[in-house]
Nanobody
Framework: QVQLVESGGGLVQAGGSLRVSCAAS????????MGWYRQAPGKQRELVAT?????STNYADSVKERFTISRDNTKVYLQMNSLKPEDTAVYYC????????????WGKGTAVTVSS
């Protein structure tokens, strides 16, 4: 079993920065994809950014040039700069592994609130 624990959420003013972190523990396959998703009130969960175990990254268009995802083995980070009120959401850590990345795990989320 794999556990994902997020940290680092909070309240920040628009234009500010925040970094959220996620630590994975348990039986983690070496070939995996870790990422961040977010869910704003009344909206569906959406992809923010992902990073493979090889370091390849992918970003949602809405966060490109503002957010940076990085990882250190089983820890993944999301540096968020130039934050906007529309970035307010619960941010969830995700890990996918196994054949076709079919096995998926989620953290419980950390709340990020950006005030205008």
């Amino acid at each position: 079993q794999v556990q994902l624990v997020e940290s680092g959420g909070g309240l920040v003013q628009a234009g500010g920065s925040l970094r959220v972190s996620c630590a994975a523990s348990g039986s983690i396959l070496s070939l995996n994809v870790m990422g961040w998703y977010r869910q704003a009130p009344g909206k569906q969960r959406e992809l923010v950014a992902t990073i493979t175990s090889g370091g390849s990254t992918n970003y949602a268009d809405s966060v490109k040039e503002r957010f940076t995802i990085s990882r250190d083995n089983t820890k993944v980070y999301l540096q968020m700069n130039s934050l906007k009120p529309e970035d307010t959401a619960v941010y969830y850590c995700n890990l996918r592994a196994g054949f076709g990345y079919a096995v998926e795990y989620w953290g419980k989320g950390t709340a990020v609130t950006v005030s205008s």
